[in-house]
């Protein structure tokens, strides 16, 4: 317990003597994390958006004009069994023409009222997780063989570009996640070593009265744990503060849980006990 | 049961950083309770002795044994516990930049895990005994020479350690506090510590239960 104790007191007087150091340290992890959870937020957000659109994809596939009526149940009951395909809902000459209507308005139908050239239709949509362009593809390719079906329509081109959008965020956030990461141990474990390098003297001394090296070098490392956790908390303070200011109206910033940013400061705490080992290598050897 | 020797060194090799041979065949053993005086010139090999001692050397051959374990190749977590039976003054112990007069000479009490209670009496009690107190809260770098060495003798004897290794006590000290510390280390001699003397001065005083050794040719006689 008194070692326990002492140990304490080394990383408060370590913070207390060198508060520059401290304070640099933490502003610099800050901005780092800073980077950090707006990608992760970007992610999300765009995650959440992609989401949202798809859950509105539908795909149109049309009857053949010479397809008997009486066979449409049985073309649902095959189309529905596709797997994938949650949705099914037939659109007859009649259902489309009112459609139509209802879009171009009635004046423009004038003289059709016994002639109707609307395709028959069924409109497909889809369980969650079939919801990519493949998954899609190989429905469509399934689909467009069944006897009584003449074209399919759906937003291929857009959905390919939603995807590759997507993984681009993804990409550049584990980019620069992964450098945030790195840099952010980095910069701790110098600063831990250029403070280390000042007292390397009062380390031997302490060596020769039998203090070891884990009881000299655990106020370090839990300094990195607790530079490493602020910065964290701090940022998340900051981010979630400048949430409450702005808002968007074409989409919701998707922020992460209160677990998960919980979750991250105590991550942000091991990178900063890994940087404290790092920066106490020669120490510890 | 009769007690096992504090320091027991034999047949003891030594290379020197210059690759001379420093000691040839060195025996040393120091009784419970008695001290050495080692006298020696400048490079006889007075400080690879405190090394070998403190384990921070080891010898080319031979067999080092403190308080009646064999000590030569330690590691880690023996090696420390050796070193927190032996106070050390001079030479390779000095005191600890980053620290107050106060922590400095508590610290071994920290090592030892003490009590907050018991570890402020005894530092009380060092602090008056050596005439710190008003130094207590200083750092090492506003003290003068004669102040760090008696910082050194508190620190040596606040965890009543049972080897003192002193090199050179008189290094820098004016006469009244060589007088001082003379007094001290016969006083604590009398209650039967142990202590190891390294002195450059051929005419080194005499403390009671003391035996007198000189370097010569890389062996003790």
Redesign the interface.
């Known amino acids: 317990?008194?070692?326990l104790i002492?140990m304490f007191k080394e990383l408060l007087r370590n913070l207390y003597?060198n508060p520059g150091t401290a304070f640099v340290s933490i502003l610099s992890l800050t901005l780092l994390f800073l980077l950090f959870e707006l990608f992760w937020i970007a992610a999300e957000t765009s995650d959440r958006f992609y989401s949202d659109l798809l859950s509105n994809f539908q795909m149109h596939v049309y009857v053949s004009e010479t397809f008997p009526d009486k066979e449409i149940d049985s073309l649902t009951e095959k189309i529905i069994s596709v797997a994938g395909v949650s949705e099914v809902s037939y659109v007859s000459r009649e259902s489309a023409r009112i459609e139509l209507a209802g879009i171009v308005g009635t004046d423009l139908l004038v003289g059709y009222d016994d002639i109707n050239p609307l395709p028959r239709s069924f409109v497909i949509a889809f369980d969650k997780m079939y919801l990519h362009s493949s998954s899609i593809a190989d429905i469509e390719s399934t689909i467009i063989k069944l006897k009584g079906i003449s074209k399919i329509d759906y937003s291929r081109q857009w959905l390919e570009k939603a995807e590759t959008t997507r993984k681009i965020i993804l990409n550049i956030g584990m980019i620069l996640g992964g450098l945030t990461l790195f840099t952010t141990v980095v910069s701790s474990a110098n600063n831990i070593r250029l403070m280390t390098r000042t007292?390397a003297?009062?380390f031997w001394?302490?060596?020769?009265?039998?203090?070891?090296r884990i009881?000299i070098a655990l106020p370090f490392i839990m300094e990195g744990f607790l530079i490493g956790f602020l910065s964290a908390a701090l940022s998340w303070l900051v981010i979630t503060y400048g949430q409450s200011k702005i808002s968007f109206t074409q989409f919701e910033l998707v922020l992460p849980t209160l677990k998960e940013m919980g979750l991250f400061c105590l991550a942000a705490g091991g990178l900063g006990i890994m940087s404290g080992l790092l920066g106490l290598r020669k120490l510890l050897k | 049961m009769s007690q096992p020797p504090i320091v027991e060194m034999n047949n003891v090799f030594l290379k020197s950083d210059r690759n001379t041979q420093l000691f040839k065949n060195l025996n040393f053993r120091l009784n419970a309770g008695r001290s050495a005086v080692i006298t020696g010139p400048a490079g006889s090999g007075k400080s690879s002795l405190v090394e070998l001692l403190i384990g921070s050397r080891r010898p080319e051959s031979g067999v080092i044994e403190l308080f009646g374990e064999k000590f030569g190749g330690l590691g880690g977590m023996r090696l420390n516990g050796f070193r927190r039976k032996i106070g050390g003054v001079g030479g390779l112990f000095e005191l600890i930049p980053n620290y107050t007069v106060a922590e400095n000479i508590a610290f071994p009490l920290i090592l030892t895990g003490a009590r907050r209670k018991s570890r402020k009496e005894s530092l009380l009690k060092m602090l008056s005994e050596f005439s710190l107190i008003k130094q207590a809260g200083v750092y090492p770098r506003r003290l003068t020479r004669v102040e760090r060495t008696l910082v050194q003798f508190a620190r040596a004897t606040i965890a009543n350690q049972p080897l003192m290794i002193i090199d050179e006590p008189s290094a820098g000290l004016d006469s009244g506090t060589y007088v001082r510390i003379h007094e001290f280390l016969v006083k604590a001699s009398y209650s039967g510590r142990s202590m190891i003397i390294l002195t450059s001065e051929q005419n080194a005083e005499i403390l009671p239960n003391s035996d007198n050794y000189q370097i010569k040719s890389g062996e003790l006689v």
């Open positions: 317990m008194t070692k002492f003597r007292r003297h009062g001394q302490m060596r020769l009265l039998g203090a070891g009881f």
